[in-house]
DNA sequence: GAAAAAATGTTACTTTATAACAATGCATTT
DNA sequence: AAATGCATTGTTATAAAGTAACATTTTTTC
């Protein structure tokens, strides 16, 4: 995976991913990732929390709950609202999913760490999403709100532009 | 109004306000603004305008629509959403007042140019929200997506955390 | 296998927000 | 002032997003 490196000379993954890219690779990682994470937490990667992370990524697009509800359910057998929900909360507290405040959407997790405090670059063009483990930012920003004496303990930060693909097209 | 000053030497308005300032005067400049802005725009500030944007600088917290809905509405005579979602339509397109993504709730702004990229602080104890319009955040936020080749169009950017006035008891 | 714990199913409801159309208010022209 | 046109508000209904409470099933532990 291609990297940049700023003017901290940190590194940060690249962002977007082509239009054409091997997207079963994403899924692939995620879902063994997911994998991995959870027989070393001990925590239970059923096949409900599985079926949902993997609908989540089937795209680089944040999911609405209501979409996988309609996705998981078959005309017999309606999945509720609650199921999803709980699956979510599951998938969220192991980091392998974020919640996207600005869009009330999901998005899986990309990033590295099971902990972290991620930004999102939203293209308002495509809807693609993709996180930004810039700890850069999150300094910044830890930095600004403490000269208010503001102490950060979560942050959200969701930018909504233009992804490379819809500005160079 | 005290202010602070940054490593890059920018001017920052101090964010918080103290649990017994005079809150008066927070409301009557927010009014006066909002009267001169929309007379020079030639927009009208309204009855139904003016008291939802009095309602929402009650305090410095994030105010819920449905509970304006409310505080709006007295026995006789319910006032219905659409009312409430209107009034907050105009007072945001007018840039009077925020949408804290994150909380789903509003704020009054406390900015000074019309239109702006706003940061919030948002104080997990009491729940006083506090707008930033520190540049240098949306710059370093900006510059870091650009690494990424992402143009910025709109940031929501709201740090949760403790208030200095928390921290300090 | 019985008991306990975890996960899912189910029902009902809350909260947040919008679409569509009717009525009213305000401003300008005649 | 009456007529016209547009902006605002009222009203009804519904969509969209999320949760509480309890029943049932599945999995783990003993
Ligand atoms: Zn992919
Ligand atoms: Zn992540
Ligand atoms: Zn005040
Ligand atoms: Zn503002």
Redesign the interface.
């Known amino acids: 995976m291609a990297k ?1 490196e ?2 901290d000379g940190e590194k ?1 993954v ?3 991913h082509g239009a054409h890219h091997a997207h079963g690779r994403c899924v692939g990682r995620a879902l063994s990732r997911a994998d991995a994470l959870c027989r070393q937490r001990g925590a239970r990667l059923t096949t409900m929390r599985r079926r949902v992370l993997e609908l989540i990524w089937d795209s680089h697009k944040a999911v609405k709950a209501y979409d996988l509800l309609d996705r998981l359910s078959d005309g017999e057998k309606p999945v509720r609202p609650p199921t999803v929900y709980r699956a979510l909360e599951f998938l969220m507290a192991h980091g392998l999913v974020h919640r996207v ?2 869009l009330n959407a999901f998005v899986g997790c990309s990033g590295a760490d099971a902990d972290h405090n991620a ?1 999102f ?1 939203i ?2 063009q495509c809807g693609d999403v ?1 996180e ?1 483990d ?1 700890a ?2 999150g300094k ?6 403490q ?18 693909r819809c ?1 160079a097209s």
């Not at 910044?140 to 709100?145: D, G, L, P, T, Y």
């Open positions: 940049a700023n003017s940060l690249k962002a977007f405040d600005s930004q670059l293209c308002q993709s930004m810039g850069a930012i910044a920003v830890a930095r600004q709100a000269l208010a004496g503001f102490t950060v303990r979560r942050q959200t930060v969701e930018l909504h532009g233009e992804c490379p500005t």
